[in-house]
């Protein structure tokens, strides 16, 4: 048996493409801020890949590069400043943010409104009490990249490897809901967890997010399962122009043989992540209009 390859640069494509027709019939144009604070690569490459959907989509999109030694006070300032702008519909802190500036405080200080990342405070609580609210976009992107596989989530015991903010905790919370698309059993492992294997032999639909270059091999995985790969890693590949390569939390090639339907890295999740971002600021666009 060889797994279907789920095709996340294709998903996100036709996503993008009704994504269009929305932004046409909006009388205003959706405005996306994105802040990058240093010049971290990895980074420096989402903000590009951001910049690219904005431009494809017709979304309005402003980059605001600051420099790594920028004050804590100073990006509260800008964060303000785009808070009360009416053509910035979204705003995008990129994180990781350098060692000085507290994180948590620069998350808290954009408008619950305008936080298409999905990671204020306000709309994480909506997300656990299952009230409308924007989503976390790697999530989201996972959900939806399921939903239209024809993969069906209600009733299969989904297990997550990870229990980062950014991925493992919501995603666990979103396939959780009491909702369409959702109605899983939901088991969240980590680093603590013990004998990971039982529990990832278990999963009807396997998440692994927990960043160590293919750590889940094919005697990690129960024969059938869905496999989403959300790990991006390095490793050194001589045999590359570059001198390395990107592989997944999943060593691809094993787990292939074995699973129902695989993501590959690249090409799996990473583009649905973009996608759902630019989703969100539509939808802060659609939102912030009927409030005004």
């Known amino acids: 048996m060889s797994a279907k390859i789920i095709d996340g640069k294709a ?11 929305e932004v046409k019939a909006l009388k ?7 802040v990058l604070v240093g010049d971290n690569p990895a980074s420096r490459v989402y903000v590009n890949m951001k910049k690219k959907a904005c ?23 800008l964060i303000n400043k785009l808070n009360v702008d009416e053509k910035i519909h979204g705003i995008l802190v990129q994180l990781p943010l350098p060692d000085h500036i507290n994180e948590g405080k620069i998350l808290n ?25 924007f989503l976390p976009c790697t999530p989201y992107g996972i959900q939806q990249l399921l939903l239209k596989s024809g993969i069906r989530i209600e009733g299969k015991h989904v297990v997550v490897v990870g229990r980062s903010n950014i991925v493992g ?59 989403i790969d959300v790990g991006v890693n390095r490793v050194d590949d001589p045999s590359s122009e570059r001198g390395y390569k990107l592989v997944g939390d999943v060593d691809f090639e094993e787990v292939k043989e074995i699973a129902s339907a695989i993501t590959p890295v690249p090409g799996g999740v990473g583009p649905m992540t973009i996608t759902m971002l630019m989703h969100n600021t539509i939808k802060a666009a659609k939102m912030q209009k009927d409030i005004r």
């Open 28 to 34: 205003n144009k959706p405005g996306l801020a994105v």
């Open 169 to 227: 905790k919501p995603v666990a919370l979103i396939l959780l809901q009491k909702a369409q698309g959702a109605n899983a059993t939901v088991t969240v492992c980590h680093s603590r967890s013990g004998d990971l294997s039982y529990y990832t032999k278990q999963a009807d639909i396997l998440i692994a997010a927990i960043g160590r270059a293919e750590m889940i091999k094919k005697n990690m995985v129960k024969e059938g399962a869905v496999v």
């Open 109 to 133: 200080a954009i408008d619950p409104a305008k936080d298409v990342d999905g990671f204020h405070p306000i709309n994480v609580g909506n997300l656990v009490i299952g009230k409308p609210s």
């Open 11 to 21: 998903i996100a494509a036709e996503m993008q493409e009704e994504m269009k027709g």
């Open 55 to 77: 431009a494809r989509l017709e979304i309005y999109s402003e980059e605001h590069k600051l420099l790594r030694e920028t004050s804590e006070q100073d990006l509260l300032e």
